[in-house]
């Protein structure tokens, strides 16, 4: 019987859209050496990677309610800023699309992680806030643990990534670690 991981590796939204600005510009590279780290080490343990992007349909149907209130779209397919930020090597890693903050809503991650067996999620990448926050709460929903890497997560509303870190912890719905952590776990 082949043996199967416990951990999946969840890159999230790590797109040139999100880079654009200037509170995510100032952390790509950090951010992007902390995730090729996690990749090179998952790849080399087995670790499943999936590369995870939000993109949109112009038509509207996969439109967010603040999309369709304000009559404007973003991140359409074929769009350059819907691209993989060029410096990210991806060898390996599984490509999923979403259209809302969870990487869950909408797709079938959940019933990749079953047929994986995988028991915890770690997760990296943008925003900490919203999309972070959100995968996080939905694999606890899906009694799959997560984890937040931190110094792999960044966002373009710092104020509010204390709070939302603290909410996911106190409510026991992620943990935290740094890239050493999970490189050191993934070593074993």
Excluded at 33 to 50: E, K, M, N, Q, T
Aim: glycine letters at 6%; charged letters at 25%; proline letters at 3%.
């Amino acid at each position: 019987m082949t043996s199967r991981p416990a951990d999946a590796l969840l890159l999230i939204d790590l797109q040139e859209a999100f880079f654009a600005g200037p509170g995510l510009a100032e952390a790509r590279t950090a951010v992007v050496a902390a995730v090729d780290s996690l990749a090179a080490a998952a790849r080399g343990a087995g670790v499943p990677i999936f590369l995870i992007s939000t993109e949109h349909s112009r038509d509207r149907s996969t439109w967010t309610l603040s999309m369709l209130e304000d009559d404007e779209g973003f991140l359409f397919h074929g769009d350059p800023a819907t691209d993989v930020i060029a410096e990210l090597d991806t060898t390996g890693m599984t490509r999923l699309e979403k259209t809302r903050d969870s990487a869950w809503f909408g797709t079938d991650l959940l019933l990749r992680m079953h047929n994986l067996a995988v028991s915890r999620v770690v997760i990296a990448g943008v925003s900490t806030h919203a999309c972070i926050a959100q995968t996080a709460r939905d694999a606890y929903a899906n009694n799959i643990r997560a984890t937040i890497v931190e110094d792999a997560v960044a966002d373009e509303r710092p104020e509010h990534t204390r709070a939302v870190r603290d909410l996911l912890i106190g409510d026991r719905q992620a943990d935290l670690a740094d890239s050493a952590e999970v490189l050191e776990r993934w070593a074993r």
